[in-house]
T-cell receptor
Framework: DTAVSQTPKYLVTQMGNDKSIKCEQN?????MYWYKQDSKKFLKIMFS???????INETVPNRFSPKSPDKAHLNLHINSLELGDSAVYFC??????????????FGPGTRLTVL | KQEVTQIPAALSVPEGENLVLNCSFT??????LQWFRQDPGKGLTSLLL?????REQTSGRLNASLDKSSGRSTLYIAASQPGDSATYLC????????????FGQGTILTVHP
């Protein structure tokens, strides 16, 4: 039943490690997003894919690399993790891609803690 | 660069009160505005979406208004309940879309019995 799901829910790791977060949506949407919510609760967009094509790529360190194997999945791989990467990462999806008219649906978030 | 500000940062009210949350944005060239609710440790739930051509949207006890020219939106919650306690986030989408939402920092609402 879950519309947008993320795994894992919690991720604790050491500095310098490489980790991935996975996202899947079963809503049939054509656009997916990654957001980062920092300790001050600000949500900022990182990436967006429309039909597997990257359409938004904010000023994010190139240690972050999104991958969309198909329209229903958008994964986030992070290399050489740093303390400042600690945050909650949210995946979202919507329909209508470039038109942007419709609501975005969010996943439950992945809380990443870098030690 | 679009900036979104929400006032107040936190609000505590007794059950049953009507309340208003405020959102302001610096660039009035928006495509739409969305209000979300975030519960602790959870994701965001969309409450209301107002297109730039609309003035307001209603859903149950919630009413959101949009004044694009002045860069303001309000979320009105009628007859508040303890279950309304959450963080409320306002987000705007620019006129040149691509779904790039800009979020405010949120208002933490506590409704006590």
């Amino acid at each position: 039943d879950t519309a947008v799901s993320q795994t894992p829910k919690y991720l604790v790791t050491q500095m310098g490690n490489d980790k991935s977060i996975k996202c899947e949506q079963n809503l049939g949407h054509d656009t997916m997003y990654w957001y980062k919510q920092d300790s001050k609760k600000f949500l900022k967009i990182m990436f967006s894919y429309n039909n597997k094509e990257l359409i938004i790529n904010e000023t994010v360190p190139n240690r972050f690399s999104p991958k969309s194997p198909d329209k229903a999945h958008l994964n986030l791989h992070i290399n050489s993790l740093e303390l400042g990467d600690s945050a909650v990462y949210f995946c979202a999806s919507s329909q209508g891609g470039l038109a942007g008219r419709y609501t975005q649906y969010f996943g439950p978030g992945t809380r990443l803690t870098v030690l | 660069k679009q900036e979104v500000t929400q006032i107040p940062a936190a609000l505590s009210v007794p059950e049953g009160e009507n309340l208003v949350l405020n959102c302001s944005f610096t660039d009035s060239a928006i495509y739409n505005l969305q209000w979300f609710r975030q519960d602790p440790g959870k994701g965001l739930t969309s409450l209301l979406l107002i297109q730039s051509s609309q003035r307001e949207q209603t859903s149950g006890r919630l009413n959101a208004s949009l004044d694009k020219s002045s860069g303001r939106s309000t979320l009105y919650i009628a007859a508040s309940q303890p279950g309304d306690s959450a963080t409320y986030l306002c987000a705007v989408r620019p006129g040149t879309s691509y779904g790039k939402l800009t979020f405010g920092q949120g208002t933490i609402l506590t409704v006590h019995p």
